[in-house]
């Protein structure tokens, strides 16, 4: 019997910080926050084992729903009831 092998991606690059966002100040800050430094990106390829994959469908099973239930909360606003004074 075969087995699947995984595909190899390529390995992360460093990006484009943007510029910070204002945060709460009941937040905790991690080390980094007011430096320059960049925290560093694994070299290595992360190998989950089949409890962590486990984990991570439930989560990612649980995000769609969450997107899913967001999207029913949305309401699409049709602007051609404003008054034709306004269009002119």
């Not at 460093?14 to 960049?38: A, F």
């Amino acid at each position: 019997m075969l087995t699947e092998q995984p595909k190899k991606r390529a390995p992360l690059i460093r990006g484009t910080v943007s510029p910070p966002l204002p945060v709460p100040g009941s937040i905790p800050r991690p080390p980094y926050v007011g430096t320059k430094d960049v925290p560093e990106i694994a070299k290595e390829i992360q190998m989950h084992d089949k409890e962590s994959i486990v984990h991570m469908r439930a989560a990612c099973e649980l995000a769609a729903r969450v997107l899913e239930y967001a999207g029913t909360l949305v309401k699409v606003r049709c602007f051609s009831a404003l008054p034709l004074l306004c269009l002119t």
